[in-house]
Structure formats: structure tokens, C-alpha cells
């Protein structure tokens, strides 16, 4: 399992395990999964999804920036404005 973090700059909004975390890489959407070589990417707009931790998890981003290591993610982005 993954710990994961997503944060914007108003809030903590997900905290907790996943087992796949989906992001919108600059260059392209990818996905995390445990044992992800450790990375830093700058996030484009487009969906954050946490997936396999219970009820999937999902948020619109309008960019922001990923760290994986050593089976931790954290996400810091700014929301799109429509979820704001």
C-alpha cells in the first residue's frame, strides 16, 4: 500500500492508503503503484484518482507537483476552480 497525501493550499484533502494513485504528469498521465521508483513531476490540469484504500478518491487539479518515495505519495496541487 501507498501512504498518500494531497494537499492545496487551503487543505488537507485526502490522507490515508491506496494501492494506485493516478496523476496528470506534464508529460503525460501515469500511474503509482507500491515499489514506484522515486520520482518529483510537475502535475498538468487534469484528475488526481486514489484507488484499492476503500472508497476511491478523486479531484480535479489544476496543476501542482507530485514526490514518490519509498512507497509514500504526496501531492500538493490547486484545486480546479470548480472545486474549489
Do not use: Q, W
Not at 494537499?7 to 503503484?33: C, H, M, N
Not at 520520482?39 to 484518482?49: E, K, P, W
Amino acid at each position: 500500500m501507498l501512504k498518500t497525501t494531497i494537499v492545496s493550499p487551503e487543505r488537507t484533502l485526502y490522507e490515508g492508503e491506496a494501492e494506485k494513485v493516478f496523476v496528470p504528469g506534464a508529460a503525460g498521465r501515469f500511474e503509482i503503484l507500491t515499489g514506484h521508483a522515486p520520482i518529483v513531476s510537475i502535475l498538468a490540469a487534469g484528475t488526481v484518482r486514489c484507488e484499492g484504500g476503500g472508497e476511491p478518491f478523486e479531484v480535479a487539479v489544476s496543476g501542482g507537483f507530485v514526490e514518490v518515495a519509498r512507497d509514500e505519495v504526496s501531492v500538493c496541487v490547486e484545486c480546479a476552480a470548480d472545486n474549489a
